[in-house]
Nanobody, 115 residues
């Protein structure tokens, strides 16, 4: 079982940037592909992006070209660089194993995009 701790959220204006971090600990930390997911108020949780052990990446159409996922296996951390943020990106962001989130969910980190 992995322990996942998200951080880096906050309030940002439209067009701004944030970098989220996901600290991963537990059995075979670097074995898993890790994904970012988000849940906006009143909506279902959705996939955002994922990265394999070998750094192959995938993005949802809604964030492709604006978000960049990366991982630092030495630090057991996965990052999500979010640029050109839009109000529709407002959500609680979570990380988990990918493509299927099988681990216990962390507390998430809130991203609010508003002027």
């Amino acid at each position: 079982q992995l322990r996942l701790v998200e951080s880096g959220g906050g309030l940002v204006q439209p067009g701004g940037s944030l970098r989220l971090s996901c600290a991963v600990s537990g059995f075979s930390d670097t074995y898993y592909a890790i994904g970012w997911f988000r849940q906006a108020p009143g909506k279902e949780r959705e996939d955002v992006s994922c990265i394999s052990r070998t750094a192959d990446t995938n993005y949802a159409d809604s964030v492709n070209g604006r978000f960049t996922i990366s991982r630092d296996n030495a630090k057991n951390t996965v990052y999500l660089q979010m640029d050109s943020l839009k109000p529709d990106d407002t959500a609680v962001y979570y990380c988990n194993s990918a493509p299927s989130p099988t681990q216990a969910w962390g507390q998430g980190t809130l991203v609010t995009v508003s002027s």
